[in-house]
């Protein structure tokens, strides 16, 4: 069998359709008040300023606000932070949005707590990580729920699978598998102490690759007909990778996102619609 593959640019396409059109309504609503997310740069690299670029231009696509503050690499962490306090306080700011990682002297944990959670548009403020592992409503990070709009628009059930994610990080381990705990799935998190880690994602119906290790799930690893979500970008001599091993997979799997054009692009479609939501539940 040859598995579907999943177009993430597709589907972030049309995840920006429906935020622009969020947003419309949102002007309307309010007034002409326009939804505005800012950004924090610390430091000169390149990866991470093409990545905020790239945040910035979508922003701006949807018909939102975006404001950036570029910060040297010096930067102490009492000035940062005094910025983070001065957005919490600009009504004009429903999301803050600070590009990791930190350079070394800066304590990216202290950072992301002091940002105000109804503008975390990251979701990785304690408050909003407590909610969504409560299963309550929340700012979810982008990536887990890009995975989720995904897995939808693949057709794939989600209610009473068998679901592995690999890697337990909080900016996607963690969240996702509350995200399809919540949406009922039966979820199995494997991480470096997994024990016969082939046995383990054989078994999944849903199977998720998140750990930064190039082409570590091949083909034995994956249940036929499985749905193969690869959330892995890994630069080697051969190019970008991901997590899965793409061509064995494909054999085996019913639907498979690709690496580059799949996750990717939804990872900052999904913090558009963060940062509509947050705007959104914004008091009057």
């Known amino acids: 069998m040859s598995a579907r593959v999943i177009d993430g640019t597709a589907v972030a396409a049309g995840v920006r359709e429906r935020v622009a059109e969020g947003v419309r309504e949102f002007v309307e609503a309010r007034g002409g008040d326009v939804p505005g997310l800012a950004t924090v740069l610390v430091g000169d690299d390149p990866a991470s300023q093409v990545y905020v670029a790239s945040k910035r231009r979508q922003t701006e696509e949807v018909g939102m606000r975006s404001i950036h503050h570029g910060l040297g690499t010096a930067t102490p962490q009492d000035e940062l932070l005094e910025l983070i306090a001065s957005l919490n306080d600009d009504e004009t700011v429903d999301g803050i949005l600070v590009q990791l990682p930190l350079p070394e002297q800066i304590d990216q944990d202290a950072v992301i707590a002091a940002i105000d959670p109804a503008k975390d548009v990251d979701g990785l403020t304690a ?49 996702l598998a509350a995200l399809l705990l919540g949406a009922d799935a039966t979820v199995t998190v494997c991480h470096s102490h997994t024990r016969d880690l082939t046995a383990v994602c054989s078994r999944a119906d849903i199977l998720v690759a998140a750990v930064g290790s190039p082409r ?45 054009g799949g996750v990717g692009p939804m990872t900052i479609a999904m913090l558009l619609a963060n940062t509509l939501q947050a705007a959104s539940e914004r008091p009057l």
């Open 216 to 260: 570590l799930v091949g083909a034995e690893m994956i249940k036929p007909g499985a749905t193969v979500i690869d959330v892995g970008t890994n630069r080697t001599d051969d190019g970008l990778v991901g997590d899965v091993d793409f061509e064995p997979a494909s054999e085996v799997a019913d639907a498979i996102t690709p690496v580059p």
């Open 127 to 175: 408050a909003n990580a407590g909610l969504l592992a409560q299963g309550r409503p929340g700012l979810v990070p982008c990536t887990p729920r890009g995975v989720l709009e995904l897995l939808r628009h693949a057709g794939t059930e989600i209610d009473g699978a068998e679901a592995v994610v690999l890697g337990r990080s909080i900016l996607v381990g963690r969240p």
